[in-house]
């Protein structure tokens, strides 16, 4: 049996990747996540009832823990998730984003490292580290073109330039130290488990609790959007077949404005609670779900438009998306609708859907 460690693991996509690893490998799997506000056992609760299943509580950052970690559980392979997140938070305060998104790969490469300079060969080529990461490192596109694994970077907020910051030293520890680094680059993930501080569940909760839909600058801007569990598909093959020192570019292929996401959870939620029948859109007396769009003044720095290339991981590895933007949603609405206590649990005392990220200073 293989170990891999998985770090960020009660987060969002770390999650759901630990689910697919469950039923798509034999691999004993090693989860530390600090449980900051977006990493919350309750992600993990199924998960941790399976005996392969370790959870260390630790903070990536923190060389003494994580170097225990490896000398207690000896892993073949790591996947790091442990981010911070949410570009609005980054403009409020960057430094936890410095800290966990730099320092912390920083401490995981270090750690690497030294730990594969005393396995033996076999095990030191069979070592791999593959570093998730976001297509935001390259910045914004025009009305045309796509983010390939050879567009230069060019980061525009506080998130961003951490993340690329990140990427940077991946690279250069395989070039430099010969450690066998995979760096993936993601379109925007939707799906179950996601903090409601991001734009799809943050809407749909709102949209069933009657509250504004706040909706930045015109609407217009433009994401390309993953179903969750196809990045983690892609993840994988990266971290079974990828070439060391490779980079693959994973996105759905689904490009959508603000204001068309805004839209299809409302025709979605009205599927599963319509609005007539829900009491707190009757005493606003609202008669649907768009009655409560709300444009509000733009994100600082925001970025206009995303959009990924996917062709090297499609052709090189054979990984394609199973979802459609339609199907995936539909599946999120239903999720979020049955999983309201999930819902209450990971938002307790830590956020309440109010608006980040408004210091432009």
Same mark, same amino acid.
């Given at each position: 049996?293989?170990?891999?460690?998985?770090?960020?693991?009660?987060?969002?996509?770390?999650?759901?990747?630990?689910?697919?690893?469950?039923?798509? %490998?034999?691999?004993?799997?090693?989860?530390?996540?600090?449980?900051? $506000?977006? #990493?919350?056992?309750?992600? /993990?609760?199924?998960?941790?009832?399976?005996?392969?299943?370790?959870?260390?509580?630790?903070?990536?950052?923190?060389?003494?823990?994580?170097?225990?970690?490896?000398?207690?559980?000896? *892993?073949?392979?790591?996947?790091?998730?442990?981010?911070?997140?949410?570009?609005?938070?980054?403009?409020?305060?960057?430094?936890?984003?410095?800290? %966990?998104?730099?320092?912390?790969?920083?401490?995981?490469?270090?750690?690497?490292?030294?730990?594969?300079?005393?396995?033996?060969?076999?095990?030191?080529?069979?070592?791999?580290? /593959?570093?998730?990461? %976001?297509?935001?490192?390259?910045?914004?596109?025009?009305?045309?073109?796509?983010?390939?694994?050879?567009?230069? $970077?060019? *980061?525009?907020?506080?998130?961003?330039?951490?993340?690329?910051?990140?990427?940077?030293?991946?690279?250069?520890?395989?070039?430099?130290?010969?450690?066998?680094?995979?760096?993936?680059?993601?379109?925007?993930?939707?799906?179950?488990?996601?903090?409601?501080?991001?734009?799809? *569940?943050?809407?749909?909760?709102?949209?069933?609790?009657?509250?504004?839909?706040?909706?930045?600058?015109?609407?217009?801007?433009?994401?390309?959007?993953?179903?969750?569990?196809?990045?983690?598909?892609?993840?994988?093959?990266?971290?079974?077949?990828?070439?060391?020192?490779?980079?693959?570019?994973?996105?759905?292929?689904? =490009?959508?404005?603000?204001?068309?996401?805004?839209?299809?959870?409302?025709? =979605?939620?009205?599927?599963?609670?319509?609005?007539?029948?829900?009491?707190?859109?009757?005493?606003?007396?609202?008669?649907? $779900?768009?009655?409560?769009?709300?444009?509000?003044?733009?994100?600082? #720095?925001?970025?206009?438009? $995303?959009?990924?290339?996917?062709?090297?991981?499609?052709? =090189?590895?054979?990984?394609?998306?199973?979802?459609?933007?339609?199907? @995936?949603?539909?599946?999120?609405?239903?999720?979020?609708?049955?999983?309201?206590?999930?819902?209450?649990?990971?938002?307790? @005392?830590?956020?309440?859907?109010?608006?980040? @990220?408004?210091?432009?200073?």
């Amino acid at each position: 049996m293989q170990t891999m460690l998985i770090t960020g693991g009660a987060g969002f996509i770390g999650a759901n990747f630990v689910n697919y690893a469950l039923e798509n %490998t034999t691999d004993r799997l090693v989860i530390v996540d600090n449980l900051t $506000y977006a #990493g919350n056992l309750a992600s /993990l609760e199924g998960a941790l009832r399976d005996s392969r299943v370790h959870f260390i509580k630790a903070d990536i950052s923190e060389k003494e823990s994580i170097t225990d970690v490896f000398l207690k559980f000896k *892993p073949d392979r790591l996947v790091n998730f442990a981010a911070e997140s949410h570009v609005d938070r980054s403009i409020d305060d960057p430094s936890p984003f410095v800290q %966990t998104n730099i320092v912390g790969t920083f401490v995981l490469l270090e750690v690497s490292r030294k730990y594969i300079a005393g396995r033996s060969d076999e095990q030191r080529s069979g070592f791999r580290f /593959l570093h998730v990461s %976001t297509d935001e490192v390259y910045g914004t596109l025009g009305e045309t073109g796509l983010f390939s694994e050879t567009t230069p $970077y060019s *980061p525009n907020s506080p998130y961003a330039a951490s993340k690329a910051s990140a990427d940077h030293l991946v690279r250069a520890w395989h070039e430099t130290y010969g450690l066998n680094t995979l760096i993936t680059n993601c379109s925007n993930n939707y799906g179950p488990y996601q903090f409601p501080e991001k734009l799809i *569940p943050l809407m749909l909760l709102n949209a069933i609790e009657g509250k504004a839909l706040p909706i930045y600058g015109d609407g217009g801007n433009i994401r390309d959007w993953l179903f969750v569990d196809d990045h983690c598909s892609g993840i994988m093959l990266a971290l079974k077949n990828g070439l060391p020192g490779g980079k693959y570019n994973i996105g759905g292929g689904n =490009e959508r404005t603000n204001l068309q996401i805004v839209d299809r959870i409302c025709e =979605e939620v009205e599927k599963v609670f319509p609005a007539a029948s829900n009491p707190a859109l009757l005493k606003l007396g609202k008669q649907s $779900y768009s009655d409560l769009k709300t444009f509000v003044s733009d994100r600082p #720095g925001h970025d206009r438009r $995303y959009a990924i290339d996917a062709s090297r991981i499609r052709s =090189e590895l054979d990984w394609k998306p199973i979802h459609d933007f339609e199907s @995936g949603l539909a599946k999120t609405v239903k999720w979020y609708f049955d999983n309201r206590q999930w819902c209450r649990t990971v938002l307790e @005392g830590k956020y309440q859907r109010e608006r980040l @990220g408004l210091k432009a200073e």
